[in-house]
């Protein structure tokens, strides 16, 4: 008898056919390369994170015989009640009137894109998001066989067409948005581009997912409702609204942690509690409990420092943009969160560009093509600020530069 090895492609389901590898994960493998100066990782600061105060949550936990047992013990898939308690609170003070029954926790806010996806999606429906959009997103969502639908630029503060947009299109969509310092770009909606994008929202019969993973971290510029808020001032209470708020702890106490939550309607979160059961059970309890202890006290004094760091940095880049670019080189200016998005000049494409940047520059950082869902854009560039030191920003901003110059001088 003989054997041979299974062709598992051919064993798997259909729809890995569309799934891809997340050139942001792979680029990650960058950071173990001592000598590459890196915009790449979109990831926090470890210098920020709260070690002490976590690490006494530990000791704390783990001291008390009950609370051990508590801590190492299978839990409800809802979430500590603790910790679902602090964040309703926070949520209410920031316009957002719900309770510890509106909120789930999940692994990190990855996992209730990927819950939500598979509570909304079928085969062939619609979702539509920004251009440029989160590539998390996309691969959250593209397992569940959608058809993707970029939001026309400057639709939301010109108007749209809601019939002519949504022509030969599954009905209801669902709308994927970062409102606040976006991945990838920095930007920001305006207060009426949120109102805009309600009002379409409401046309369209479409449920909204906000992704405020960048909310806290605001260094400039005027602190504007969220999506959520502004819904239910609207509807009248978080029962009726149809935006889903998906948050994190990744970005302010620690991603290991994988502490993220959504917060919605109960008949919502009634059903993501049943995903969950069937995915994970629940997120790890002790990690639970531990973040609840990190956050019940200084939290708003941890993020002050946050905000001073990353706000220096983005400072920085800005200044080290402006100091090396050549002409027809363009970027955001975020107010906030960890990235900002340059645009190259025509002819230019941000994925050859990097592959000559790590050869001659030993600079590394996420070309823009992955992040667009329906009509890619290649000449642009994303450039995260939350790790390198200001002198390396300088130092980094400028061998970018040299290479576009290079590139630039070749192409005339």
């Given at each position: 008898m003989t054997s041979s090895t299974p062709d598992w492609a051919q064993r798997f389901g259909e729809r890995m056919a569309r799934v891809r590898a997340n050139e942001i994960r792979e680029l990650l493998k960058l950071l173990d390369q001592p000598d590459i100066l890196s915009f790449a990782g979109g990831i926090p600061d470890p210098a920020l994170f709260p070690a002490e105060r976590i690490q006494a949550g530990y000791d704390a936990v783990l001291a008390d015989p009950d609370l051990a047992r508590q801590a190492l013990q299978y839990s409800?898939?809802?979430?500590?009640?603790?910790?679902?308690?602090?964040?309703?609170?926070?949520?209410?003070?920031?316009?957002?009137?719900?309770?510890?029954?509106?909120?789930?926790?999940?692994?990190?806010?990855?996992?209730?894109?990927?819950?939500?996806?598979?509570?909304?999606?079928?085969?062939?429906?619609?979702?539509?998001?920004?251009?440029?959009?989160?590539?998390?997103?996309?691969?959250?969502?593209?397992?569940?066989?959608?058809?993707?639908?970029?939001?026309?630029?400057?639709?939301?503060?010109?108007?749209?067409?809601a019939e002519a947009l949504m022509a030969?299109?599954?009905?209801?969509?669902?709308?994927?948005f970062v409102p606040d310092y976006a991945n990838p770009t920095g930007e920001s909606l305006s207060l009426a581009e949120r109102e805009g994008l309600l009002d379409l929202a409401e046309r369209l019969d479409m449920t909204l997912i906000e992704d405020a993973a960048y909310r806290e971290l605001r260094f400039g510029g005027e602190a504007l409702p969220s999506l959520l808020a502004l819904d239910i001032a609207r509807s009248g209470s978080i029962e009726q609204a149809r935006t889903l708020f998906c948050g994190t702890f990744s970005k302010t106490i620690s991603p290991a942690l994988r502490l993220g939550w959504v917060c919605g309607p109960k008949a919502v979160i009634e059903k993501l509690v049943l995903l969950k059961q069937g995915s994970d059970l629940h997120v790890s309890t002790i990690n639970q409990m531990v973040g609840w202890r990190a956050v019940s006290e200084g939290y708003?004094?941890?993020?002050?420092?946050?905000?001073?760091?990353?706000?220096?940095?983005a400072q920085a880049t800005l200044d080290a943009l402006a100091r090396h670019m050549p002409e027809g080189v363009t970027w955001s200016k975020p107010e906030g969160g960890m990235f900002v998005w340059v645009r190259l000049p025509e002819g230019l494409d941000g994925k050859d560009l990097l592959a000559r940047a790590i050869a001659e520059e030993r600079v590394a950082f996420v070309p823009g093509g992955p992040f667009f869902a329906e009509v890619p854009a290649?000449?642009?560039?994303r450039l995260s600020y939350s790790l390198p030191t200001t002198t390396e920003i300088d130092d980094g901003v400028a061998r970018i530069a040299r290479l576009l110059r290079r590139s630039l001088q070749a192409a005339a």
């Open positions: 409800v898939s809802e979430g500590y009640l603790p910790l679902r308690e602090w964040i309703a609170e926070r949520m209410a003070a920031h316009g957002v009137a719900c309770d510890p029954d509106n909120i789930m926790l999940t692994a990190g806010s990855q996992q209730g894109l990927d819950l939500l996806g598979k509570l909304f999606l079928t085969k062939g429906d619609t979702v539509m998001v920004a251009r440029p959009t989160y590539l998390g997103a996309l691969q959250a969502f593209t397992s569940y066989e959608p058809r993707y639908l970029d939001l026309p630029d400057g639709a939301l503060a010109n108007g749209v067409d030969g299109r599954a009905p209801r969509p669902l709308g994927y708003d004094q941890h993020l002050s420092r946050l905000r001073n760091a990353y706000g220096s940095k290649d000449n642009a560039i």
